[in-house]
């Protein structure tokens, strides 16, 4: 898909060069778009759709899951984000079944109905709040009594760093923390670098929490934003 669309940039870069040469040369081109121009424009617009349809979140997830083999145990999923439903859903949709239990965290306001055997929590983003701590919690004790052959299925999107926390500093320290962060400009490599120091599930250590059982299997949203 890149690729296609560095050959359509290129066809549409060549078209614009076209109509400026033109205009230096005294040939002018009343409507850059003309027939044969629009089939490009259209041919164009295919491509990109096609290429935001294959990053959606839902889509994302069933491409990643669609040769998966049934766990010999147990399979739980935890989905931390924004796009948080969307994924657990479409998980929920291609596994058919086979999900012992699951956790959905995601921003207010996303969450769209149900999805049978997952419970769905909405919190603070980008600051972190109460909701987000129990929330997190939940998650953490969905971890215990893992065994050898069970495993964890962890969907994560944009605003997960914001949406899934359990501080080891007090709240009121976190909130402060993380607004001056976000006030002074600090990027999400910045901030992550040092919430994963003030975290007791960043930095590796909620992998730490699941490895009694299998692994976790991270399916990163393709086209998470730098800004979380």
């Not at 669609?66 to 596994?95: C, D, S, T």
């Not at 997190?136 to 004790?141: A, L, P, S």
Request: charged fraction near 25%.
């Amino acid at each position: 898909m890149s690729a296609e669309l560095t050959r359509i940039a290129c066809q549409i870069s060549f078209a614009f060069d076209l109509k400026r040469s033109r205009q230096q040369t005294g040939v002018f081109e009343s409507n850059l778009w003309g027939e044969d121009n629009m089939t490009l424009r259209e041919e164009a617009d295919k491509i990109i759709k096609e290429a935001i349809t294959k990053v959606l979140p839902d889509e994302a997830v069933k491409q990643a899951l669609k040769n998966r083999k049934p766990v010999k145990g147990k399979l739980y999923l935890v989905a931390v984000g924004k796009a948080a439903w969307q994924m657990a859903n479409a998980a929920a949709n291609i596994l058919n079944g086979q999900i012992e239990k699951g956790i959905v965290i995601t921003k207010y306001g996303h969450i769209q109905g149900d999805i049978p055997g997952i419970e769905c929590f909405e919190a603070g983003h980008p600051v972190p709040d109460t909701n987000t701590f129990a929330a997190t919690q939940k998650v953490i004790e969905l971890t215990e009594g893992l065994q050898a052959d069970d495993q964890v299925l962890f969907l994560l999107s944009g605003g997960g760093s914001a949406l899934f926390e359990k501080p080891l500093i007090s709240t009121e320290e976190l909130s402060d923390i993380t607004k001056q962060l976000l006030a002074c400009g600090a990027d999400i490599v910045e901030m992550n670098t040092i919430r994963k120091r003030l975290s007791a599930v960043k930095g590796g250590k909620f992998a730490g929490l699941c490895e009694t059982g299998s692994h976790i299997c991270d399916c990163t949203e393709r086209y998470r934003r730098r800004s979380a």
